[in-house]
Nanobody, 125 residues
Framework: QVQFVESGGALVEPGDSLRLSCVASGSTLDVSSIGWFRQGPGKAREEVAC????????YYRESVKGRFTISRDNAKNTAFLLMNDLRPEDTAIYYC??????????????????WGQGTQVIVSS
């Protein structure tokens, strides 16, 4: 049983940067992986970036590759998503979870995952 609290979202202009944080609480024994997902207006939730600590495997959605960086600080039970050169299409509520799996083509969230509040990112001029 792990709970996550996301923060760092804001209203910014295209080209700006943001750093999202995800703090885990409760049992972190099984937190070997972390994933960031987002859901924009009228769209389904989609994966953004995932990291698996065991082997260092990292996945980035093609549209964010080269702009976003996923990382974590194990000592603080915190994950981060650094977002550079933000674009209007990045507008969404961002969520994090450790209940993820990797596939040959990317990563996915456990269908039974109970999502938290998330943090809202709005990119607009």
């Amino acid at each position: 049983q792990v709970q996550f609290v996301e923060s760092g979202g804001a209203l910014v202009e295209p080209g700006d940067s943001l750093r999202l944080s995800c703090v885990a609480s409760g049992s972190t024994l099984d937190v070997s992986s972390i994933g960031w997902f987002r859901q924009g207006p009228g769209k389904a939730r989609e994966e953004v970036a995932c990291l698996r600590s065991g082997d260092g495997r990292i996945y980035y959605r093609e549209s964010v590759k080269g702009r976003f960086t996923i990382s974590r600080d194990n000592a603080k039970n915190t994950a981060f998503l650094l977002m550079n050169d933000l674009r209007p299409e990045d507008t969404a509520i961002y969520y994090c979870t450790s209940a993820i799996g990797f596939s040959p083509s990317g990563c996915y969230a456990d269908p039974s995952e109970s999502w938290g509040q998330g943090t809202q990112v709005i990119v607009s001029s």
